[in-house]
């Protein structure tokens, strides 16, 4: 492994993680209260975390919140790593491999699969050549969320063993397989992951070390549903929903009718206490 990879804040937390058994919590933020109120859970937990942004961050703030959140993370006293999550322009992965990130999606899988892996190669090797490590997605989920292309239009398709093969030689360091997972919001019956098939099993098996496996789609998921994608391998869990809605119904309810400083530090607040609650759930409480 490269001498900078070693270095790698992003990696050196998901690497410990697969070697510990526990989960790392990559949360999406929307606003500078989100991310302190994050950074301030990972410091109360001691906790890793991975700070995550949707590509609407830089088209929107022009990188000022990236790098303010570079800056928290630097100065806590826990690992934390900053990861743009979903980047599907190649524009914008260009864009994005100038701020100061430590990991970027490379998301190709709205391409057919040869394309994916054509393209997945050559902005590995971009964000590699500015110390940046990366994630693809093998197969296609479903949906879309903020800043991320809706899929629905597209055929989903499961992640293959053979398909870690192949992205795993692009260089890429982190995948997010389809296995039932869901960008969005699920139906009337919830999250139906496919845990047991064969199927998923090859898939940890095959990445066995070479990547991390990542899991994507977890709006509406039990506790025990996270800890079950913690047992099956997947070390990076992406949250939305479940950090941040007691932080919008807090909005919702308050809004004009206290002080606006009060209203953000109590939403602070509720970020910080849902996001160790979950950080408890997969496990990775002390683990920093």
Not at 43 to 59: G, N
Not at 134 to 152: F, K, L, N, Q, S
Not at 201 to 207: F, H, I, L, Q, S
Request: hydrophobic share 40%; proline share 3%; glycine share 8%.
């Amino acid at each position: 492994m490269d001498d900078w990879k070693e270095a790698n804040t992003h990696l050196r937390i998901l690497r410990d993680a697969e070697a510990g058994g526990y989960g790392v919590m990559a949360t999406i933020s929307y606003n500078i209260e989100q991310v302190k109120g994050m950074i301030r859970a990972a410091e109360i937990a001691r906790s890793p975390l991975i700070l995550q942004f949707f590509p609407w961050v830089i088209t929107t703030y022009d990188g000022m919140l990236v790098r303010a959140a570079a800056e928290e993370a630097k100065r806590a006293s826990v690992p934390i790593s900053i990861h743009l999550d979903h980047a599907q322009s190649e524009e914008l992965i260009e864009r994005a491999a100038e701020l100061p990130f430590d990991s970027i999606m490379v998301d190709m899988s709205h391409h057919e699969k040869e394309d994916n892996l054509r393209k997945t190669r050559h902005w590995v090797r971009h964000c590699n050549e500015r110390h940046i490590v990366t994630e693809a997605e093998p197969g296609r989920i479903e949906g879309g969320e903020d800043g991320v292309m809706d899929t629905a239009g597209l055929e989903a398709r499961f992640t293959t063993a053979e398909e870690v093969d192949e992205f795993a030689a692009t260089g890429v360091d982190t995948l997010a397989p389809s296995f039932g997972n869901v960008h969005g919001e699920y139906g009337p019956q919830g999250p139906r992951l496919d845990f047991e098939s064969i199927r998923f099993a090859k898939v940890r098996e095959r990445a066995n070390g070479r990547v991390r496996l990542a899991v994507h789609g977890t709006n509406g998921f039990s506790p025990e549903l996270m800890k079950q994608c913690v047992a099956a391998g997947c070390c990076k869990i992406n949250v939305n929903r479940c950090v941040l809605d007691d932080y919008y119904e807090h909005l919702r309810a308050n809004a004009g009718k206290m002080p606006h400083t009060q209203l953000i530090e109590e939403g602070m607040e509720k970020v910080t206490q849902a996001t160790i609650k979950w950080m408890e759930i997969i496990g990775s409480v002390g683990r920093a």
